[in-house]
């Protein structure tokens, strides 16, 4: 079974400028995760989609960031103006979902690291 | 809410010798713990959880753990270290009253000396 991709693996910008990542789910796998990796830390919840509806999204930066997931399949996640702390590994992960997933096991993709001059 | 500390951010062994990798989760209700680890440059990979039942947990490659709900606990282990166990080792927390939302601890990196 193909795992969770992820594109770009690596972005380097300057501040104030704008990036996009994109990221494609396991097939079948209805809820979606974006986490936001800082040097260091362990990952943080951005954004979940259960198919193509937001499930939470409460610590998502929502002045600079967006996401979507309009076919509830794959996903891309925006920040637009682009700051210095966005340096991170964004990753994407994804999970069966429904009452089978409430132990939320989750498949990650391997991230694509943001370096933000 | 639900939180997750894991003691020591860098741990080194010898190889052959124990891994001990160390958790400590808050949780107002019986949680799910999870244990995941993360090669360089690749996403995390899913070592072992906890639902119910029994209270130690094996996991792929040789690793297990233990819940200890009077210690609040779920100490990662490993018997005899292999070079390929340098990582980084998460342990992470999801329960009900969290909505099943996982949060993950800072991590621990693992360092296995020749």
């Known amino acids: 079974e193909a795992g969770v991709a992820q594109s770009p693996r690596y972005k380097i910008i300057e501040k104030r400028q704008s990036v996009a990542f994109w990221c494609n789910p396991i097939s079948g796998h209805a809820t979606l995760y974006w986490y936001q990796q800082i040097l260091g830390q362990g990952p943080k919840l951005l954004i979940q989609?259960?198919?193509?509806?937001?499930?939470?999204d409460s610590q998502l930066p929502k002045d600079r960031f967006s996401a979507e997931r309009l076919k509830g399949v794959d996903s891309t996640l925006k920040i637009q103006p682009a700051k210095l702390e966005d340096s991170a590994v964004y990753l994407c992960?994804?999970?069966?979902?429904?009452?089978?997933?409430?132990?939320?096991?989750?498949?990650f993709g391997p991230g694509t690291r943001l370096t933000v001059l | 809410a639900q939180s997750v500390t894991q003691l020591g951010s860098h741990v080194s062994v010898s190889e052959g010798a124990l891994v001990l990798l160390r958790c400590n989760y808050s949780?107002?209700?019986?949680?799910?713990l999870f244990w995941y680890v993360q090669y360089p440059n690749q996403g995390l990979q899913l070592l072992l959880k906890y639902t119910t039942g029994a209270t130690l947990v094996k996991g792929i490659n040789g690793f297990e753990a233990e819940f200890k709900k009077s210690e609040t606990s779920f100490h990662l282990t490993k018997p005899s270290a292999h070079m390929s166990d340098a990582a980084e080792y998460f342990c992470a927390v999801s329960d009900s009253a969290g909505g099943f939302k996982t949060i993950f601890g800072a991590g621990t990196r693992l360092f296995v000396k020749a």
């Open positions: 949780s107002s209700v019986p949680p799910y």
């Open positions: 992960a994804s999970s069966l979902g429904g009452l089978a997933d409430k132990y939320n096991e989750q498949f």
């Open positions: 989609f259960q198919n193509n509806g937001v499930v939470d």
